[in-house]
C-alpha cells in the first residue's frame, strides 16, 4: 500500500457545518444592526479561521482590528454554544473511515477552526473513530499553510510526510500538503471549486469519499 496515514481537514472535508458557521455569524451581524449574508457567500468566508470569517462578514465600516476583535470574540461565544447543532458528516464519510481503520492506515484531523471548538466537534460527532491526532488554530502563526502542525501530526504518527495523504477541500489544504511534502487530494463536496484545488496544487480530486481508497 503505497500511503500509511491520512490528514484530514475538518470543516468542507469531514464536517458539513456551514449552517452553522453561517447562523452564528449572521446573529452576531444581526445583533450589530450589520448586514447578514447567505450560505454561498460563506463558502467563500470559511478555512482560514475564525479571525478570517470575522473581518470578511463584518462590513467595510468595521474592518479595523479593534472591531475585529470585538465581534471575533462574540463570534467566538455564539459559535461554541451552537457548534454542532445542524453540523454532521459528510455522507460517505463514516463508511471511508471504517475503512481506513480496517486497513490500520492511521488518520488524524488539522484543521484552522479554533482548537476548542475542532475538538469539541469531533468529540460530538467523530468519536466513533481513533485519531492519532486533532489539531486546531492556537495561534495565527501556525495557521494553514504552514506545515508545521501537519508535519507535528506526522512525527506522531512516526510516518514519512511523503507516505502521508491531505485531505482538504480549499486551496490552503493543498498548499498546506505540498508544504509539508504531502500528497494533495482535494475533495468536491466541500467549500471551494475544482479550479481552485487545482490551481493550488491538489494532485488528486475526488467527488466521493470513498474514493480515496483507490489512491491509497
Known amino acids: 500500500m503505497k500511503f500509511k496515514g491520512v490528514i484530514f481537514d475538518l470543516d468542507g472535508t469531514l464536517l458539513n457545518s456551514i449552517e452553522d458557521l453561517a447562523e452564528s455569524m449572521n446573529t452576531v451581524l444581526r445583533n450589530s444592526n450589520f448586514p447578514t449574508h447567505n450560505l454561498s457567500d ?13 473581518q470578511r462578514s463584518l462590513p467595510v465600516s468595521h474592518s ?13 461565544e455564539e459559535y461554541s454554544q451552537n457548534c454542532t447543532n445542524k453540523t454532521a458528516p459528510y455522507e460517505g464519510i ?20 479554533a482548537d476548542k471548538l475542532t475538538k469539541k466537534a469531533v468529540q460530538v460527532l467523530l468519536s466513533k473513530w481513533n485519531f492519532v491526532c486533532v489539531e486546531g488554530l492556537t495561534t495565527e502563526e501556525l495557521k494553514k499553510p504552514n506545515p508545521i502542525k501537519a508535519l507535528q501530526i506526522s512525527t506522531e504518527m512516526d510516518i514519512d510526510p511523503c507516505d502521508i495523504i491531505f485531505v482538504g477541500d480549499s486551496g490552503v489544504d493543498m498548499e498546506t500538503a505540498n508544504n509539508a511534502g504531502m500528497h494533495a487530494v482535494g475533495v468536491l463536496w466541500g467549500f471551494r471549486s475544482k479550479t481552485e484545488l487545482i490551481k493550488t496544487g491538489a494532485k488528486s480530486i475526488i467527488s466521493h469519499p470513498i474514493e480515496l481508497i483507490d489512491i491509497l
Open 64 to 76: 479595523d482590528n479593534d472591531s475585529c476583535k470585538k465581534y471575533f470574540n462574540l463570534m467566538y
Open 94 to 113: 463514516a463508511d471511508l473511515l471504517d475503512k481506513l481503520e480496517a486497513k490500520n492506515i492511521k488518520i488524524g484531523i488539522l484543521s484552522n477552526k
Open 42 to 54: 460563506y463558502k467563500g468566508y470559511i478555512g482560514n479561521g475564525i479571525l478570517n470569517l470575522v
